[in-house]
């Protein structure tokens, strides 16, 4: 596995723990030297315990010798970051194209080079381009990854579905022995070529934010129009064509995937001259979500936010995960800071980087003393401990209000202990 984060890292101990014998490679020195002493570099429940497992067995190593790995591997998957390219909707395939080198700098046999990082249509074709001076000893095939963040060992385990893109027959075979003991648990083994599956993976995740963007527009309206939001994704979601998830009402979606994919999947359109409007509303009204949601910040507190205290509860962009990549929180908080509002945040999986240099902006160690005088309190992720809070007991001004991003509390019960209480896309009950 060449690269760990967190694709490379998830898969890597996964494919371990059913039986394989796993190396991951990573030129971060830092990084290596911590999973070789049992520290995973990323927040993901039930990593640790699974790459102690696996390590003590031996059927897991890490290394910054990226010779040594791939001269000793049979299949070679490709786990590098694919980020969008700064001030473009184009995808950064640098990474990529830096590892293919080296696979085919370091290789003498024959190898199955495995893409899962999320590529645009085309790349296979690309890699394939950069191994042909030893063409015979490549075979380039497609296996994206579904992982949810939070998720992720669940969804390697009990898939949805396997998705292998190649246009050769000879590699479906190797790649359904390699994941048999989850085929046979019921796992769906999907077949396609390699731009399919490239594809596929893009589709996905665009289809996916889709949902989400759609359910939010639809909770603007809802609050217009006295209706419960709660009401209509559970109606919606009822029919079998449409399902109720990512039809819950909230921020605007963010993490590592819906972001960055779906404009890759719109400048992968480009270059074939094809406009998707759909995808390009989606990218542009979760775009505009964030700053809707932070200016009713204005509407609950008023126009001047100077001294003002404001609680954040959680600043991922979900919970059991450490990843602020896109989180709403990223311009919600810099934003009321700049207005002289005095900003603090708990998140249980810790202190954040991206507040550290924010003034007026600090991280407080649990629930109680993050929010006992407030004047705001904001639920922004829906971690488990933030789902039954006595927020008369912890908060200590008898003015705080309370606005739930996520809907974890009923409008009912907060009407009936007295507390000022704002959500999104239900009837105004204050």
């Known amino acids: 596995m060449i690269g760990t984060g967190y694709v490379g890292l998830v898969s890597g101990v996964c494919f371990a723990d059913i039986g394989n014998q796993v190396v991951c490679v990573d030129k971060d020195k830092n990084k290596i030297d911590k999973l070789n002493s049992g520290i995973s570099p990323i927040y993901e429940p039930g990593l640790d315990e699974l790459i102690k497992k696996n390590f003590i067995a031996k059927r897991l190593s890490f290394t910054t010798n990226i010779n040594g790995a791939i001269s000793s591997s049979d299949i070679i998957f490709i786990c590098v ?80 579905r396997i998705v292998i893109g190649s246009n050769e027959k000879k590699p479906f075979n190797i790649m359904k022995k390699l994941y048999a003991p989850l085929i046979n648990k019921g796992s769906k083994f999907f077949t396609t070529s390699r731009k399919g599956a490239e594809l596929i993976k893009y589709a996905s995740n665009a289809f996916l934010a889709t949902k989400i963007t759609f359910i939010n527009e639809l909770a603007n309206l ?8 709660e009401d209509i994704s559970l109606g919606m979601g009822s029919d079998n064509r449409i399902g109720g998830r990512f039809l819950r009402a909230g921020p605007a979606y963010g993490g590592s995937c819906f972001p960055k994919d779906t404009k890759g999947l719109v400048s992968a359109a480009e270059k074939y001259k094809i406009n998707l409007s759909v995808v390009k509303s989606v990218i542009k009204s979760n775009q505009e979500r964030v700053n809707l949601l932070t200016k009713r910040v204005h509407k609950i507190l008023g126009s001047n ?96 209000k309370v606005y739930d991003l996520r809907n974890l509390y009923s409008a009912e019960e907060m009407k009936k202990n007295k507390i000022k209480y704002y959500s999104v896309g239900r009837p105004n009950t204050n």
């Open 81 to 160: 970051g694919t980020p969008t390219r700064k001030g473009s909707i184009k995808v950064d395939l640098s990474f990529v194209y830096k590892c293919t080198k080296e696979i085919l700098k370091y290789s003498k046999r024959k190898k199955i080079i495995v893409t899962k990082s999320t590529v645009p249509v085309g790349t296979g074709d690309e890699i394939e381009k950069i191994v042909k001076r030893k063409k015979k000893l490549f075979t380039v095939i497609s296996n994206p990854e579904f992982l949810r963040e939070g998720e992720a060992i669940r969804d390697f385990r009990y898939p949805d």
């Open 222 to 229: 809802c609050e217009k129009s006295g209706v419960n939001i």
């Open 305 to 400: 936010l100077k001294n003002k205290k404001i609680s954040f509860l959680g600043v991922t962009f979900k919970p059991n995960t450490d990843d602020m990549r896109d989180s709403s929180s990223l311009k919600m908080i810099p934003y009321l800071c700049k207005k002289g509002a005095k900003v603090r945040y708990y998140d249980p999986s810790g202190e954040k980087n991206e507040f550290k240099k924010i003034k007026n902006c600090n991280y407080r160690n649990n629930i109680k003393s993050n929010c006992n005088d407030t004047d705001l309190v904001v639920l922004l992720t829906e971690w488990d401990e933030f789902k039954s809070i006595d927020f008369k007991k912890i908060v200590k001004n008898n003015k705080f």
